[in-house]
C-alpha cells in the first residue's frame, strides 16, 4: 500500500496548474457511448477512477487511446456491448453513469450496482424513477441494474432531490428519446452544464443547465463531438485550503473562479485573502484564521466534496468551528485521523464542533475516503513534523499528480511505495 510521507510547518510559494474535473470527466466519458465514432476529449485528468471507466468503456467495444497527457480519443463502434459487469464496476461509483447513455443509445443497459460506498448508502432510486418516467422498465437483481425500452419517450420528471448523478444519467437517456423531456428540481453543479455543453455540442438540445429546470428535445442521431473539460472546482479548492492552513502564497492556474464562488465565499469569511484574475486565482493564507460555520448543501451551496479539506482548516483557526453535512451519512472520516495530528474535533451526528488549536503535529494516519485523505494531505503540510499519510489509493482516484503538484510548490513529501 502506498504513502506519503510529508514533513510539515512549511509555507508555500508558487504555481499549480490545476486538471480537468473528475466529476465532469467521469461523466462526459460516459456520454462518449452516445456516439457513434472517435470523440476528442482534452483536460482529462489522469486519474485512476478515469483509467478505470476507460477500460470499462473498452471491455464495451470502444478503442481508447492517450493522444498526450490530457487528451484522449474515444472511438465508439456502431455495435456496442450493453452489459457492464465486471469487477472493476463495483469499484467506481461513476460507471452507475454508463446506464444512462447505454440506454439511451441501446435501449438497453446492464450495470452492477457500485459497491458499498465509504460515504454511506448511496441509492439509486431517482435514477431508476427517471428511467421509468422515460418508458424503460428498470429491474435491480442480484446487485446489477437493469434496464430496457424499446422506445424512450420524453416525459416531465420532478427529482426529489437535485442528484448530480440522476441529473447527468437522465439528461443523458433523453437526449435522443422522442419529443420533450423536462425535468425540474435538476442538480446545478457546473458539471452538469459541462455535460450539457458537450450534448449540444454533438447536436443534441439541451437548454436550462445551470438552472432548477433543463429542458431537452431529443432528436434521431447525435455527431460526435471535440470537447474540453472545465477544470477541476474541487481540486481548486484543495490547494485553496492548503494555502490558508500553512499561510502560503500561492497561484492557481486554469481555473473557473465562478465555479468556486461558495468555496471563496467562505475562505474570505475566515481571512484568508482570494483574488481571481482571468483564468488565475491568487490566493494568500492569513497569519491567523478565523473560526466559521459550513453548512455542505447542492450547488450553488457548499460543496459537500470541499467539507473534510475546510474542516482540516479549521482544526487551527482562532475559536469554534460548527461543520454541518448534509449530503452524506458517512462523511466526516477524516475527523478522527485530524484527532490523531491534535486537533479537537467532536462528532454528534451530521454534525462536527471544531475546537481551533495552535498547531498540529506529525502522526501516522489512515486516508479512508478521497476527500478525507486530501484534507490529511492539508493537515500535514501545516503539521509539526512527519506526517505519514496510508491509503493514498483513495487519493490517486480524484488527484493527478499530488505529490509532484505539492513539491512544485516547496513542500517536503514523498511517496512511499
Ligand atoms: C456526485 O455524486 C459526485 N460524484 C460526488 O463527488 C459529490 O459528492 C456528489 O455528486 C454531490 O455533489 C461524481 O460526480 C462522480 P448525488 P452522486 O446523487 O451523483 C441522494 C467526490 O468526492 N440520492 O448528488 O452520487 C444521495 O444519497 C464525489 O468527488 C438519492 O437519495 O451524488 C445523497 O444524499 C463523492 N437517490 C444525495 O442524493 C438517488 O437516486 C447526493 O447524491 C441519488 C442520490
Known sequence: MSKLLIQGGKTLSGTVRISGAKNSAVAIIAA?????GETILENVPKISDVQILLHIMEQLGAKIHWLNEESVSIEVPDQIEYSARYEEV???RASNLLLGSLLGRCGKAEVALPGGCDLGPRPMDLHIKGFSKLGATVETKNDYIQAKADHLTGAFIYLDFPSVGATENIMMAAAMA?????IENVAKEPEIVDLANLLNSAGAKVRGAGTDIIKIEGVPELRTPHHTIIPDRIEAGTFLAAAAMTGSNLKLENVISAHLNPVIAKMRESGVIVRPNGSDIYVKGPNELKAVN?????HPGFPT???PQIMSMLTIANGTSTIVENLFEERMKAAPE?????ADITINGNIATVHGVKKLHGA?????DLRAGAALVIAALAAEGETEINGLTVIDRGYYQMEEKLAQLGATVRRVD
Do not use: H
Not at 178 to 182: A, D, F, I, K, V
Open 294 to 298: 459550513v453548512k455542505t448543501l447542492a
Open 32 to 36: 462518449c457511448i452516445l456516439f457513434r
Open 178 to 182: 422522442e419529443g420533450l423531456t423536462t
Open 90 to 92: 463495483r469499484s467506481l
Open 364 to 368: 501516522s494516519v489512515m486516508a479512508k
Open 305 to 307: 466534496d470541499m467539507q
Open 338 to 342: 485530524l484527532c490523531k495530528m491534535g
